[in-house]
T-cell receptor, first 114, second 121 residues
Framework: AQSVTQPDIHITVSEGASLELRCNYS??????LFWYVQSPGQGLQLLLK??????LVQGIKGFEAEFKRSQSSFNLRKPSVHWSDAAEYFC????????????FGGGTRVLVKP | EAGVAQSPRYKIIEKRQSVAFWCNPI?????LYWYQQILGQGPKLLIQ????????DSQLPKDRFSAERLKGVDSTLKIQPAKLEDSAVYLC???????????????????FGPGTRLTVL
């Protein structure tokens, strides 16, 4: 069975500073990996996804993530954070062999200081 | 392109009452998912439909939860009777892929609706 761990429950970052959110997954086959963002009272919005190919993936809103198979990680990064990036971020692993089922991590809440 | 629609956005009920949520997926999407998101946790899959058939309902508490997608388009999720621990956000998502047609080894993106926040008192 697949699982996802997001070790950081909360992260506080100053506006303009860089941000890195950690994600570790467990899955026996090649994973399909996703990062979603959820603003208060909103649904989940896809930031980026990794299916295959280049391990550095570019997403929307200036985010990128790097797939590292040897570390079972898919960390999300942004070079310069904006106040509007304050939200909750979820990493998820998809299992194509299991009908595209997504398993989510517990999320990381990002607070942005002015 | 219109996104996934859900209603109502908020619902407050007392325990042992029943409640129903509605979801309309993105047009043309074959697969529909219902997730439960308890406060402070990531979403957990309750049930997955492909067209009007159930693909996975292993996490659905079938003694009180039911879901249908009769015409392969919109879907309803019902809880009867509700318990306090059912308080959560119920998210609906849809994706394009038709399993079998796309084949094992493929996957595609799930698009989420705004969710229904349920409070059980």
């Amino acid at each position: 069975a697949q699982s996802v761990t997001q070790p950081d429950i909360h992260i506080t970052v100053s506006e303009g500073a860089s941000l890195e959110l950690r994600c570790n997954y467990s899955y026996g086959a090649t994973p399909y990996l996703f990062w979603y963002v959820q603003s208060p009272g909103q649904g989940l919005q896809l930031l980026l996804k990794y299916f295959s190919g280049d391990t550095l993936v570019q997403g929307i809103k200036g985010f990128e993530a790097e797939f590292k198979r040897s570390q079972s990680s898919f960390n999300l990064r942004k070079p310069s954070v904006h106040w509007s990036d304050a939200a909750e971020y979820f990493c998820a692993v998809g299992a194509a062999a299991a009908g595209n089922k997504l398993t989510f991590g517990g999320g990381t809440r990002v607070l942005v200081k002015p | 392109e219109a996104g996934v629609a859900q209603s109502p956005r908020y619902k407050i009920i007392e325990k042992r009452q029943s409640v129903a949520f509605w979801c309309n997926p993105i047009s043309g999407h074959a697969t529909l998912y219902w997730y439960q998101q308890i406060l402070g946790q990531g979403p957990k899959l309750l049930i997955q439909f492909q067209n009007n058939g159930v693909v996975d309902d292993s996490q659905l508490p079938k003694d009180r939860f039911s879901a249908e997608r009769l015409k392969g388009v919109d879907s309803t999720l019902k809880i009867q009777p509700a318990k306090l621990e059912d308080s959560a956000v119920y998210l609906c998502a849809s994706s394009l892929a038709l399993r079998g047609l796309a084949g094992l080894g493929s996957t595609d993106t799930q698009y989420f609706g705004p969710g229904t926040r349920l409070t059980v008192l």
